[in-house]
């Protein structure tokens, strides 16, 4: 642990695994990365372009900076008038020396698996917005803030033109982001993000790449873990596979491990569960910089409101087909911020990705990514905010399904499919497992805080938990999946309707009853 004390500007800063790859002047910090163009980001007032959040001020004032997508998350909270910002909720509510739970939060985990849209598990803490800067008086604790709106389609340029420009503003970028020294990796999987980067990168030769996933699935041959590999040994680099071998531990431990990490923003667990120690074993053995492939390059096809939030993970369970099998649900609504709303004269696809950029980026994958920092550092060149600016001015048909991206990534040319096959095993068939359902029944049986009260009918509405079996494809689903998307986005919105699962309902519930637990054991440990 790294503290400094800047007596004269009543500034204490502490960084907890210090790395080479933080930016720190003075009482100023800079985390992921900005533009080869940005050389005074921690100057007051200056306009900043990159990946990055940023604590900076002067005498006067403290400034908080995020990027177009906050893609590294500020927390920030006024206690007796003290100023506490960190990346971690936890730490903060270590400082408020008490626990204030948050309602809204907890709704919000239960009907999309995310923490609300700028708020904690604390209700004095928020995070700074997207594309925002925050700025706070230091003699009178007065706050401001400012956000530039995220808005699609506004360019008058053609879109042969914009893509070209793209094209030739990547491989800098990526260049520029990215060190050719030992300890920087590269997760490499079979689809296109990863791959591009990999490609786009000119000085690649202390570079490693990993996969990661289910030990039963490294060798299928069009998985990811195969088709990673091909992709490693056309290019000339290092690929190792990572087995996320579960057996030496039991459920209980990985998962209060991944919700630890997590600090329960994210109930995507499918990815960690070995309970992290994929992340301590790379740790152990150098990695110091980790390059994610996360981008806002556009999404998936949506002819409906109710389709495109669907895609983007935005859960509205009462327009699930068993929704009245809950009654308890409807207390536990969570509130959609108005400005998720669609605007007037915003076609759906500019409002889709719009959404991507608000909620899908800051709360779903940044919540991820802030799993990877609490052991090494990370960069994400795709999510520039000078690269995405670009992005948003391509029409919604290049933009719809990454038409314009995979087009170029197709014209590298270097005769490697791509997977259709994750190596990854779900988290529906995790949860299905006798250890899983075990401790679920558990976590039902235990109360929750008193400000959480309004759970408990839903807790004995749900328990016991039972496996319901391994599903199979029915020839009904498997008609739908030759239909072109059109058809199948109207089957979805006009036909079928999606249906609560209990087990996740349950599994949620643990996250919601473990952070609290864990925040609550963070203030008796000294």
């Known amino acids: 642990i790294q503290i400094e004390q800047h007596a004269e500007n009543r500034i204490i800063t502490v960084i907890i695994e210090p790395s080479q790859y933080l930016s720190i002047i003075d009482h100023d910090l800079l985390i992921g990365h900005v533009t080869a163009k940005t050389t005074d980001w921690q100057e007051i007032g200056t306009r900043v372009e990159g990946a990055f959040g940023i604590v900076r001020s002067n005498e006067n004032v403290v400034e908080l900076l995020t990027d177009l997508t906050a893609s590294r998350c500020i927390w920030y909270c006024i206690h007796k008038n003290h100023l506490l910002v960190s990346s971690s909720q936890r730490l903060i509510v270590k400082l408020l020396g008490d626990f204030k739970p948050n309602l809204e939060t907890a709704k919000w985990m239960l009907s999309s698996g995310t923490i609300a849209p700028g708020q904690s598990w604390d209700s004095r803490i928020h995070s700074v917005p997207i594309n925002s800067t925050v700025t706070f008086e230091r003699s009178t604790g007065k706050k401001s803030s400012s956000s530039q709106q995220i808005n699609f389609n506004l360019s008058e340029r053609s879109a042969h033109v914009v893509i070209e420009e793209i094209a030739e503003k990547l491989p800098q970028i990526v260049s520029a982001t990215i060190p050719n020294q030992k300890g920087v990796l590269l997760p490499l999987s079979g689809g296109y993000d990863s791959r591009s980067l990999l490609l786009l990168l000119k000085d690649k030769s202390k570079l490693k790449t990993v996969t990661w996933g289910d030990h039963e699935l490294e060798h299928h041959p069009n998985g990811d873990a195969a088709i990673a590999k091909k992709i490693a040994d056309r290019v000339g680099v290092s690929n190792e596979f990572h087995p996320l071998n579960k057996e030496t531990s039991p459920f209980k431990n990985r998962f209060e491990a991944f919700v630890l990490a997590s600090e329960g923003r994210s109930d995507n667990f499918s990815?960690?569960?070995?309970?992290l120690n994929l992340w301590n074993k790379l740790k152990n053995e150098g990695a110091q910089l980790l390059i994610r492939g996360e981008e806002g390059f556009g999404w998936n096809q949506a002819y409906t409101e109710f389709d495109a939030m669907r895609t983007l993970g935005i859960t509205d369970l009462r327009k699930s087909s068993n929704y009245d099998d809950f009654p308890s649900l409807k207390l536990l609504q969570p509130t959609i911020p108005s400005h998720f709303g669609r605007k007037e004269g915003e076609t759906i696809p500019a409002w889709r990705d719009r959404l991507y950029y608000e909620f899908r980026?800051?709360?779903?994958?940044?919540?991820?990514?802030?799993?990877?920092?609490?052991?090494?550092?990370?960069?994400?060149p795709f999510l520039s905010s000078d690269l995405l600016r670009r992005v948003m001015e391509l029409p919604d048909s290049e933009r719809t399904e990454k038409k314009w991206f995979t087009t170029m990534v197709d014209r590298f040319n270097i005769d490697v499919p791509f997977a259709s096959q994750y190596c990854q095993k779900s988290l529906s068939d995790e949860l299905k497992d006798p250890p899983a359902l075990n401790y679920l029944n558990d976590v039902l049986q235990n109360k929750l805080p008193s400000e959480f009260e309004i759970f408990e009918?839903?807790?004995?509405?749900?328990?016991p938990i039972k496996q319901t079996g391994q599903s199979t494809r029915s020839p009904i689903s498997y008609?739908?999946?030759?239909?072109?998307?059109?058809l199948r986005s109207a089957y979805r919105n006009y036909f079928s309707k999606p249906s609560i699962d209990p087990i996740m309902l349950a599994f949620r519930i643990a996250i919601i009853a473990t952070i609290e637990k864990k925040i609550s054991d963070d203030l008796q440990n000294n």
Not at 271 to 275: E, P, T
Not at 361 to 380: C, D, G, H, Q, Y
Not at 479 to 486: E, F, G, I, T, V
């Open 457 to 463: 009918s839903l807790k004995k509405n749900l328990y």
């Open 361 to 380: 980026l800051p709360f779903v994958m940044a919540s991820l990514n802030s799993i990877s920092t609490k052991f090494m550092e990370i960069r994400t």
């Open 271 to 275: 990815g960690y569960l070995d309970g």
């Open 479 to 486: 008609l739908k999946s030759l239909l072109p998307l059109r």
